[in-house]
T-cell receptor
Framework: AQKVTQAQTEISVVEKEDVTLDCVYE???????LFWYKQPPSGELVFLIR??????QNEISGRYSWNFQKSTSSFNFTITASQVVDSAVYFCALLSYNTDKLIFGTGTRLQVFP | DVKVTQSSRYLVKRTGEKVFLECVQD?????MFWYRQDPGLGLRLIYFSYDVKMKEKGDIPEGYSVSREKKERFSLILESASTNQTSMYLC???????????FGQGTRLTVV
């Protein structure tokens, strides 16, 4: 069975703080993909990153970075020097190559205060 | 840019009505998905389709059906709407397995 767990329901930080959003996944498949999406107050989900199960390299994109560790089935997302515009709900998602089924976690609401 | 368009932003329907939610994508994507989003529950997969006339159940298919007669269009059908189907419905499409999914703006359905 596939499952994505985002244990942090809500996180509040002050601007310029660093914040890490946790994502733990479960799958029996050896080939799978992991994603992060952002849902700003406007409501439309925005794709942030994709990782396949064979690529454990961490990635950095500006203030965003992602840490993929197969040993702990985790795909965590860090925002460095957070800004008010980062306030949103962030979703982690898992897609199994064998089933084409894309499932999401329950999301983490991030509030960044000035 | 990929565009996923959902036919309505807001809908109000009565209990027992048959409801159609339409989704169209303009980038020749193979895969299409329907989710519902509820507070505290995240996005839950209702149905998905990886080809025309093909459909697969997601995690919560009960009370719903889907139709994909053309590649670009994926319809979600509530055969007999109930109040517990009041929710935000999100449609998505992706080019192929493993590709990122693109989402529509959502349809907020209220069943009264």
């Amino acid at each position: 069975a596939q499952k994505v767990t985002q244990a942090q329901t809500e996180i509040s930080v002050v601007e310029k703080e660093d914040v890490t959003l946790d994502c733990v996944y479960e799958t029996r498949d050896t080939t799978y993909y992991l994603f992060w999406y952002k849902q700003p107050p406007s409501g439309e989900l925005v794709f942030l990153i994709r990782r396949n199960s064979f690529d454990e390299q961490n990635e950095i994109s500006g203030r965003y970075s992602w840490n993929f560790q197969k040993s702990t089935s985790s795909f965590n997302f860090t925002i460095t020097a957070s800004q008010v515009v980062d306030s949103a709900v962030y979703f982690c998602a898992l897609l199994s190559y064998n089933t084409d089924k894309l499932i999401f976690g329950t999301g983490t609401r991030l509030q960044v205060f000035p | 840019d990929v565009k996923v368009t959902q036919s309505s932003r807001y809908l109000v329907k009565r209990t027992g009505e048959k409801v159609f939610l339409e989704c169209v994508q303009d980038m020749d994507h193979e895969n299409m998905f329907w989710y519902r989003q509820d507070p505290g529950l995240g996005l839950r997969l209702i149905y998905f389709s990886y080809d025309v006339k093909m459909k697969e159940k997601g995690d919560i298919p009960e009370g719903y059906s889907v139709s994909r007669e053309k590649k670009e269009r994926f319809s979600l059908i509530l055969e007999s709407a109930s109040t517990n189907q009041t929710s935000m419905y999100l449609c998505a499409s992706s080019l192929a397995t493993g590709a990122e999914a693109f989402f529509g703006q959502g349809t907020r359905l209220t069943v009264v």
